[in-house]
């Protein structure tokens, strides 16, 4: 496959971003090169698109993705693959506050550490770190699975609706009506099904589950009681 | 939805152009005004002061009465006073004075002009420099990037406490504490009640904008006896609200962030040449190599960077 170098740099970043959709039309691979940390790189693109990105990039990275392939060498600032609905993006290093807030698919992977509310409202698709997630992650997510393999801060899985939370490593404190299960063999057989693809199976894991209380759910704001739990 | 940034220098060079990139970096993040402090040099003796004038018509009378106030407080102007007019009403100005007998009582008699002049930094070191538009404008207005120092703070404002003024703008000076400047990220939902404490200790507060008070809380908290660290970590309690803020002295910056981790706060440090900013990209126009990044995400953050030491930051 043919690759396109894409030069970041100041260029005005509707430009960059357009110089990536006819690369990804013409089927061309992209480097990416001279990021700077620069924001809303790569975002909206289509199936079959592959970028690797040298270096750090800033908010919103691979946003509104539709199945591209996208690798970030080192950090990304907030809001890595917001909304994205399909496609792996990849980070080599850390990423910043809320990876992955309200994705509906396909997966994300970071090789590092993830910033606090990881995962928030998500709907859907997964999101595997390798380090620890930070305060606060899992909030109110909907659907899809944020699986943490070395431990998770302050206040997680804070009010979760369908979606899961799975820690393997300590964690910091529990949010709000969490409920921490068991797992069975089946869920964990589907947990390293996700990271079977990554080379991260490890069978002596000690997963924590974290699920919904199911208590916020039905808030009473009239029940006293209801309100001690906040 | 603003913009900060703190920079040190580990020998004194050129601050202001830093601090005018870091700002620049970080325009969008906030069009209603810009601010810079600047720690130059410091003097032995005497003071610089930096302000405003709400009328440029009255520019003359306004600093006469300036003086006549300095001199009943054994002060006196150094040199002719350097003055910036444009099409605004309002004018800037830059004061070198002398020693007053007691720099608090003269805050408190130059407060009196308030309504006409507004003095917005004192120090030996600090200079405020803020006026209404963006990073360019204000630095070419005011010649920012010239200015030479050891380490400085910048802020871009979307106004949302308080209207959109050049008085209202970051940095703030914590009067009338010399070299003591604030900006932040933020909003404080208690000012008010925290405020009034204040005013009833003898503090004044010429904005109704939010941020002014951090400055003076925090200073308050040291002349109570805290450590800045100390006060820095109390903070994060006894203010409420969501914020991130960045206070220096003449002997660095000092930083909390609220415990909900709301807003960021971005640091490249290497060896005590330093870049913090809102935002990664803005501290990337200083250190334009890939190169460690800390990212202060979480909640209940504090921390303080010396000028000429390594990162203490917590």
């Known amino acids: 496959m043919t690759e396109t170098i894409i030069d970041v740099g100041q260029r005005h970043i509707r430009d960059i971003n357009q110089d990536m959709q006819a690369a990804a039309a013409r089927g061309e691979a992209m480097r990416v090169i001279n990021t700077l940390s620069r924001h809303n790189l790569g975002v909206g693109l289509p199936d079959a698109a592959h970028l690797s990105f040298e270096g750090s990039v800033g908010y919103y990275c691979g946003g509104l993705n539709t199945g591209a392939r996208i690798e970030i060498e080192r950090n990304c600032g907030w809001a890595l693959g917001e909304g994205m609905a399909k496609g792996h993006i990849t980070v080599g290093g850390y990423a910043g506050m809320s990876c992955g807030a309200a994705m509906i698919g396909g997966t994300i992977h970071v090789k590092g550490n993830a910033g606090p509310r990881c995962g928030v409202a998500m709907k859907g698709g997964n999101i595997v770190v390798e380090g620890k997630i930070g305060y606060q992650s899992g909030f109110m997510a909907h659907a899809g699975k944020i699986i943490a393999l070395g431990g998770a801060g302050a206040s997680c899985a804070d009010a979760l609706w369908q979606g899961e939370v799975w820690v393997a490593g300590d964690v910091e404190s529990l949010g709000v009506d969490v409920d921490v299960i068991e797992p069975t063999a089946e869920e964990v057989a589907e947990v390293d099904a996700i990271l079977d693809p990554l080379g991260l199976v490890d069978s002596s894991r000690n997963w924590r589950k974290m699920v919904s209380g199911q208590r916020l759910w039905f808030f009473e704001s009239r029940d006293a009681n209801a309100w001690l739990m906040i | 939805m603003c913009g900060i940034a703190g920079r040190i220098l580990s020998t004194p060079g050129t601050v202001g152009r830093d601090l005018v990139n870091l700002m620049d970096a970080q325009k969008h993040r906030g069009a209603d005004s ?100 963006g990073a360019e404008e204000v630095a070419n207005k005011h010649g920012v990037r010239d200015m030479i120092g050891s380490h400085g703070l910048g802020h871009a404002r979307l106004a949302t406490e308080s209207s959109v003024l050049p008085n209202a703008s970051h940095p703030f000076w914590a009067r009338p504490f010399s070299d003591v400047a604030i900006v932040h990220n933020g909003q404080i939902t208690d000012y008010f009640t925290q405020r009034d404490r204040l005013r009833r200790q003898g503090y004044q507060f010429l904005t109704e904008n939010d941020s002014e008070l951090i400055a003076v809380w925090v200073s308050d908290q040291m002349q109570a006896g805290l450590t800045m660290e100390q006060a820095l970590k109390k903070s994060i309690t006894s203010i409420d609200g969501v914020f991130t803020f960045m206070i220096a002295t003449q002997d660095g910056i000092g930083f909390a962030k609220d415990r909900f981790a709301m807003k960021p706060l971005v640091v490249i440090d290497q060896a005590g040449d330093l870049a913090a900013a809102t935002e990664e990209q803005a501290v990337r126009r200083v250190f334009a190599e890939e190169s460690d990044v800390i990212n202060h995400d979480g909640p209940s953050l504090f921390g303080i960077w010396g000028v000429g030491n390594r990162s203490l930051a917590a």
């Open chain 2, 34 to 133: 810009t601010g810079f402090a600047v720690y130059t040099a410091p003097r032995d003796t005497g003071y610089v002061l930096r302000g405003m004038g709400f009328d440029k018509n009255k520019l003359d009378h306004d600093l006469d009465d300036v003086q006549h106030l300095l001199k009943q407080n054994g002060g006196d102007l150094l040199g002719d006073p350097v003055i910036l007019t444009d099409a605004n009403k309002h004018y800037c100005f830059r004061l070198e004075i002398s020693d007053p007998k007691d720099l608090t009582a003269w805050v408190r008699d130059a407060d009196t002009l308030c309504d006409r002049i507004e003095i917005q930094s004192c120090g030996r070191s600090l200079e405020i420099i803020k006026d209404i538009g």
